[in-house]
Nanobody, 125 residues
Framework: QVQLAESGGGLVQPGGSLRLSCAAT????????MAWFRQAPGKAREFVAA????????RYADFVKGRFTIARDNGKNMMYLQMNNLNVEDTAAYYC??????????????????WGQGTQVTVSS
């Protein structure tokens, strides 16, 4: 099991930017496929972005393409989500998740064994 902790959320105006971070424990982080999900009030948790263990592959939900960038630093056990041009529809709790058995990028939440507690992102004027 890996412990995950998100940070970097907050209140931002439409058109603004935020950078989320996810800190992971343990030595096996470099072998995990990782992802960001989000959940808005009253809505189901949805896939945002994912990255392969060595950063060679990434995948994004259609609604964030061109605005969000996922990255990781295996030397620091960290994953990041750079979010630009935010809009009110991006308001949600954002979660990082680990797929310990991943060999390809997955987008369904059930494939991810470990989750952080989430960080709130609120986009409002």
């Amino acid at each position: 099991q890996v412990q995950l902790a998100e940070s970097g959320g907050g209140l931002v105006q439409p058109g603004g930017s935020l950078r989320l971070s996810c800190a992971a424990t343990g030595d096996a982080f470099p072998t995990y496929y990782m992802a960001w999900f989000r959940q808005a009030p009253g809505k189901a948790r949805e896939f945002v972005a994912a990255i392969s263990d060595g950063s060679r592959f990434s995948r994004y939900a259609d609604f964030v393409k061109g605005r969000f960038t996922i990255a990781r630093d295996n030397g620091k056990n960290m994953m990041y989500l750079q979010m630009n041009n935010l809009n009110v529809e991006d308001t949600a709790a954002y979660y990082c998740a680990a797929d310990r058995d991943g060999t390809y990028i997955r987008t369904d939440a059930s494939s991810f064994e470990d989750w952080g507690q989430g960080t709130q992102v609120t986009v409002s004027s």
